[in-house]
């Protein structure tokens, strides 16, 4: 079965610095990889998804991941922060080609705190 | 475009009460989820469905029921609610299956049994 750990449960970070949140994965193929944010109050929104190919990702709000598939990690990145950044961070792996629906394992979260 | 809608957004029940929580999407998804969120454990999978009429048990469905009539609507029934289902609950829709491609979540509904 896969799994997911975040092993960082708070992290906070100057506005404009970098900031890195890291995603270790267990599954048995090559995985589907995301991340997901929830703002305060909020359901979870994509930010971006890694399937196959190029593994440098591009997502919303200028937050990018890098596959690596030798350290089973996954780990979300932003070269500056700002403060509306400040939220929960998920990472999530899904079964592929599971012949019924494929179900996405959620990481326990990341909170990002952003201090001006 | 509404998305995922979800009712209500806060509740408080006494131990033992039933209650629905309703969701429903306007996209037109097949694919259904109900999750529950707790403090430092992200999200867990109770039942999901795949179309009108097909459903199936997640992770956690103990002390939960589901029906899938239509294609916009996923209600989650508690029936005899305990202080163990205080949580925050997510509905989620998708295209396809949701390993596969992005899930659109609800607002949530938090809920608390005392």
């Known amino acids: 079965a896969q799994s997911v750990t975040q092993p960082d449960i708070h992290i906070t970070v100057s506005e404009g610095a970098s900031l890195e949140l890291r995603c270790n994965y267990s599954?048995?193929?090559?995985?589907?990889l995301f991340w997901y944010v929830q703002s305060p109050g909020q359901g979870l929104q994509l930010l971006l998804k890694y399937f196959s190919g190029d593994t440098l990702v591009q997502g919303i709000k200028g937050f990018e991941a890098e596959f690596k598939r030798s350290q089973s990690s996954f780990n979300l990145r932003k070269p500056s922060v700002h403060w509306s950044d400040a939220a929960e961070y998920f990472c999530a792996v899904g079964a592929r080609n599971t012949g019924t629906a494929s179900k996405l394992t959620f990481g326990t979260g990341t909170r990002l705190q952003v201090t001006l | 475009n509404a998305g995922v809608t979800q009712t209500p957004k806060f509740r408080i029940l006494k131990i033992g009460q039933s209650m629905t929580l309703q969701c429903a999407q306007d996209m037109n998804h097949n694919y259904m989820y109900w999750y529950r969120q707790d403090p430092g454990m992200g999200l867990k999978l109770i039942y999901y469905?795949?179309?009108?009429?097909?459903?199936d048990k997640g992770e956690v469905p103990n002390g939960y029921n589901v029906s899938r009539s239509t294609t916009e609507d996923f209600p989650l029934r508690l029936e005899l609610a305990a202080p163990s289902q205080t949580s925050v609950y997510f509905c989620?829709?998708?295209?396809?299956?949701?390993?596969?491609?992005?899930?659109?979540f609800g607002q949530g509904t938090r809920l608390t049994v005392v």
């Open positions: 989620a829709s998708s295209y396809s299956s949701v390993g596969d491609t992005e899930a659109f």
């Open positions: 469905s795949v179309g009108a009429g097909i459903t």
């Open positions: 599954y048995g193929a090559t995985p589907y």
